[in-house]
């Protein structure tokens, strides 16, 4: 049942307090994925499905197992899928992969990103002191900020399209794939190594 009623019937004041009783039944989850899917876009932006139309049950399962999940996206790169997504060999520059492939449902996870992209690059661009291979690098591209932006219009553009009813189904989809989301989102971090701390020991 919806959160809102489940809210109701369980006396409580606050939703966040229903949301830890609260779990998203497959029946739920396909649903939701059907709807969400139906507003998946490729890296330019364009629509991959035009019309509205359930998934197989193969299609369901290749979801799951022939994909992996970017901060803002999906990814069907084989070695990158194989590797649970840390072989990247475009080294994360996912709007420039034609593996790469997005949803209404990672809007909100496409504007942080840019707004990411959009502080690093003032961050660069200021008294920053760095080699200029090392600055030229790290910079966000100019296209990459331009897909990015463009692909954030085509999502909202085809959000205004919609009915008001037809929104607040893909609100609710929205709401119930993200929750179901069980991956670790976010770029593999490389860490400095931790110093032995050990006592040597010298041989007897």
Known sequence: MPVDVLKELMDHRLVHTTMGYYRVGDERRREAVDRVTALQFDRHGNRVWRTAKSLLDSEHVRRAIGEVATPYGVCREPTNVAAGGHACPL??????????????????????HLADLLSSRERLMSAFEADDWA??????SEEEIRRIRRLIERVRIDLDDLTPEERAQIEQAVTVVRRSRTVLLGMPRVRQPLPDVRPTRTPT
């Open 135 to 140: 600055r030229s690098q790290a910079m966000p």
């Open 91 to 112: 080294r994360f520059r996912c709007l420039g992969c034609e593996h790469f492939s997005t949803d209404v449902s990672y809007l909100p996870d496409l504007q942080a």
